[in-house]
């Protein structure tokens, strides 16, 4: 597949070869499936999407259309959704970590048996030229929720308005989404069209843009007062002190037979990650993965939580309000398929496709008043938060979606929202896919508001920045 950038303008020809980095030739070296450890569902934003669908291990295309209807006699009439990139390697910020926490564990392989031993046959093949690129499960990933969402919405996915170009198709301007889209694009074009005899003639657009996809990077109050602000992730730093993590540090230096003064949280993170990729892209049980169990995991769980509920989420205002341009263009978008369709029956563009980052998604969910516990996360009340909505790995793993679904109804237009292709009502709302005007008026205050501009500019003239007030 030929790939031209042109400044926030990637124009595709579908002549699909097999595109895949030169790392991805170890990702799946190991095709059989892998004993999965107990502990896969606390990995946070490192969590397999199958952790969130289990039934797609024994059928990655199923799809559960019943869970899917409406009560309603309704024709669905546009689709959008907003999509986190697919399955990817470690940075090479985390590789780093990861060869510390195995070069501290290899040596001690000559004082011990057992799982130091185990720990020290296990090849270290990560290396920092990885730097998160997408691995061919991440490939996968996009290929096959293609297929799924067609199945699941076939009127929305038609091979003429792919040819014309009436599907549309932004993504941010990293490696890992922009290959992601690809291999969106692809399962539709070879798995759910099968279209290869035809592919010479497909050309259509991939528009790159970071001022939706990467809004964060552009909002430059949250740039100044929660990605660079040092006290902006307090609460993360506390609980690195606090028993729980301090429990786990000495258990796992206890197992790899090291001195406690020599493991940090961070190296253990690093171990307890190891074992998600294995599992994720080599489809394996590692060894790192008897480091931990299931209470080790919700305590490291919890940790990661922390640091996507104050960057990302609910911690400061700035975080969700970053994503007003993303909300925005959502709405517009629904509102022009609202009046097309009233005017003429037809809508212009069917079915949009937004891939971005689990950045992208925390932030536009906590704008819209979705997984909001009623007591803030913080270093104090892990104990407490057991039962918390807040748990990135159940609301963003890899290739999570947020999928938005128009639907022309007797007298009104009625909006069907799923996570992860799992019905989610809207707040305060039962109706499973409310009327259209009535989900405007949820979020009335946003649609009226939500100023970008305003809200990201810094609050002083000067330049001076006000501290950040944590309002627990």
């Not at 206890?254 to 961070?266: K, M, P, Q, R």
């Not at 819209?368 to 104090?380: H, I, N, V």
């Amino acid at each position: 597949m030929a790939v031209v950038l042109n400044r926030h303008v990637v124009l595709l020809t579908f002549a699909f070869t097999r595109f895949c980095s030169a790392c991805n030739i170890v990702a799946n070296r190991d095709d059989h499936t892998g004993d999965i450890p107990t502990i896969a569902k606390y990995f946070g934003t490192k969590t397999r999407y199958e952790e969130v669908n289990p039934y797609l291990l024994n059928d990655i295309l199923f799809v559960n259309k019943t869970s899917l209807q409406l009560q309603q006699e309704c024709t669905p009439v546009h689709i959008s959704a907003v999509i986190r990139h697919g399955t990817r390697y470690p940075t090479a910020k985390n590789v780093k970590k990861m060869i510390a926490i195995y070069n501290l564990a290899e040596k001690r392989k000559h004082r011990g048996r057992g799982l130091v031993d185990y720990i020290n046959h296990w090849d270290m093949w990560y290396n920092d030229t990885m730097d998160g690129q997408l691995v061919e499960k991440g490939r996968d990933d996009h290929r096959n929720l293609a297929v799924r969402l067609a199945t699941a919405y076939p009127s929305l996915f038609s091979e003429d308005s792919f040819r014309d170009c009436r599907m549309k198709f932004i993504t941010s301007s990293k490696h890992r989404c922009v290959d992601s889209t690809l291999s969106f694009i692809e399962g539709l074009v070879k798995k759910y069209w099968k279209m290869q005899d035809r592919r010479k003639d497909m050309h259509c657009q991939l528009e790159v843009n970071d001022e939706l996809m990467r809004f964060f990077d552009k909002c430059e109050r949250f740039v100044v007062d929660v990605e660079e602000n040092k006290t902006a992730l307090q609460q993360v730093d506390l609980f690195k002190t606090k028993p729980e993590m301090q429990g786990v540090l000495d258990k796992v230096a206890s197992l790899l037979d090291i001195a406690a003064s020599d493991i940090t949280a961070d190296l253990v993170e690093a171990a307890f990650y190891m074992c998600s990729y294995d599992l994720s892209i080599r489809n394996l049980k590692s060894p790192w993965c008897q480091l931990f169990d299931q209470e080790d995991a919700k305590v490291l769980e919890y940790a990661n939580d922390l640091k996507q509920y104050w960057k990302r989420g609910y911690g400061h205002e700035i975080n969700s309000k970053s994503s007003c341009t993303l909300f925005h263009d959502l709405f517009r978008r629904l509102d022009k398929a609202v009046e097309e369709s009233e005017r003429s029956g037809t809508v212009s563009e069917p079915a949009a496709f937004q891939i971005g980052h689990a950045e992208t998604l925390l932030p536009l969910l906590s704008l819209m008043g979705f997984f909001k516990d009623e007591t803030p996360l913080t270093a104090d009340n892990f104990a407490q938060q057991w039962g918390r909505v807040f748990r990135t790995g159940h609301i963003v793993p890899y290739a999570s979606n947020l999928v938005f679904i128009l639907h022309r109804c007797e007298g009104s237009y009625r909006l069907q929202l799923l996570l992860n292709e799992k019905p989610l009502s809207f707040p305060q709302m039962d109706d499973p896919a409310p009327e259209y005007q009535h989900v405007k008026n949820l979020y009335s205050n946003l649609l009226e508001g939500c100023d970008f501009k305003k809200e990201c500019k810094l609050p002083s003239a000067n330049g001076t920045v006000n501290p950040i007030i944590h309002e627990l």
